[in-house]
């Protein structure tokens, strides 16, 4: 019998690609959403893409009732974890909303999975380790303290899952670190939906080039780097999906060496915001509209992965260049556009 994913936040950018590479792998998923950040756009997209629709359920985290009901209902083998608020902006602005919402739909879930026996892998960032000089990062490297209350909820929801697997004998945990997901399904069907303005700089590039956006501004042309941009590591969304696959069939399949194992998500290739520009122009045959502008308050200069223990342990790699990526990116905006 096929084993059963709960995807919480499944109907997001990630949890939506994430649930199309499970469903293709051959696991059955139940998505979790309570559409407080997202639409059921991305929902209505995996279920076509699938050509089946995962059982949908419409509920908090934050609501200990509801998660017991969820686990009552479902048979859940795993659960991967998304169901949180993602602005590092609004997280400074509102830090007790953020704390509340992303710590507490944690625990509820944890408390309620430790009870069930079942593993958890929780979606985190390589924000958690700021700014550094020693490049590229491994998953030994230091964590430097959090610059804003949502990077702070994803150390902490790191250290919680950490505590428990060492109390809680009966569940095991892996937190993946992303670098920077970008791009879309090829199909166009699932993609990134920001609201407003988009903070992020792929949608800002693809928003601008289809008009919605006057001009993109690159933050900064003075850091100490080969062409005076931050340097990033852009790892595919389809990608990024597939690493999830990889470690929950290692969870299920008893292969985890720790009772919590840690795993960089990331390309190991540094790219830098004038690079992806001048390539997203070259892929697309698009000219963007760009200026120079200062610096954006609290933007490291520079960082990737060293992806080599998910290499390694997981048996994953990212697999598409960064121009295949440009383009699903691209092809998601018009699709959006209705072109
Ligand atoms: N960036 C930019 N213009 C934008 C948005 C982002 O120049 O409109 C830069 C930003 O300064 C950083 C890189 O693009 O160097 C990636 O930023 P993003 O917000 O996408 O991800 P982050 O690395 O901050 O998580």
Same mark, same amino acid.
């Given at each position: ?64 009732? !509801? ?7 479902? %048979? +859940?083998?795993?659960? *991967?974890?998304?169901?949180?608020? $993602? @602005? ?57 303290? !959090? ?7 994803? %150390? +902490?929801?790191?250290? *919680?899952?950490?505590?428990?697997? $060492? @109390? ?78 990889? @470690? ?78 440009? @383009? ?12």
């Amino acid at each position: 019998m096929a084993k059963q994913v709960l995807v919480s936040g499944g109907a997001g950018f990630i949890g939506s690609h994430v649930t199309v590479e499970l469903v293709q792998a051959g696991f059955d998923v139940v998505v979790a959403d309570n559409f407080s950040n997202c639409d059921k756009t991305c929902y209505e997209g995996v279920c076509k893409i699938l050509g089946c629709r995962p059982p949908l359920v419409e509920m908090d985290f934050c609501d200990l009732a !509801a998660v017991e009901r969820l686990f009552a209902d479902y %048979q +859940i083998d795993a659960v *991967i974890h998304f169901a949180a608020y $993602k @602005a590092v902006g609004e997280s400074v602005a509102e830090p007790i909303l953020y704390y509340k919402n992303n710590l507490l739909s944690f625990l509820n879930l944890l408390e309620v999975a430790r009870r069930k026996g079942c593993n958890v892998l929780f979606s985190s960032s390589a924000t958690v380790y700021g700014e550094t000089d020693v490049l590229p990062v491994t998953e030994q490297s230091p964590r430097q303290p !959090a610059t804003s209350p949502y990077g702070n909820t994803k %150390q +902490i929801c790191e250290d *919680i899952l950490r505590d428990s697997v $060492k @109390a809680y004998p009966g569940i095991k945990g892996i937190a993946l670190r992303y670098f920077n997901p970008i791009g879309a399904h090829p199909s166009a069907l699932i993609g990134e939906l920001p609201r407003g303005v988009p903070n992020n700089l792929v949608p800002f590039i693809t928003q601008t080039a289809i008009g919605k956006r006057e001009c993109l501004s690159i933050f900064g042309n003075d850091y100490p780097t080969p062409d005076g941009t931050c340097q990033r590591d852009y790892i595919d969304i389809v990608d990024l999906a597939r690493a999830h696959v990889c @470690a929950v069939a290692r969870m299920l399949d008893g292969k985890m060496e720790e009772p919590y194992e840690i795993y960089n998500v990331g390309t190991g290739r540094p790219i830098s915001v004038l690079e992806l520009v001048n390539a997203f122009e070259k892929v697309n045959g698009v000219k963007l509209n760009w200026k120079y502008a200062p610096r954006r308050p609290g933007d490291v200069t520079a960082i990737w992965a060293d992806p080599t223990l998910a290499n390694e342990k997981l048996g994953w790699k990212a697999t598409r260049t960064v121009e295949e990526t440009l @383009a699903s990116a691209w092809a998601w905006e018009k699709h959006l556009a209705g072109e």
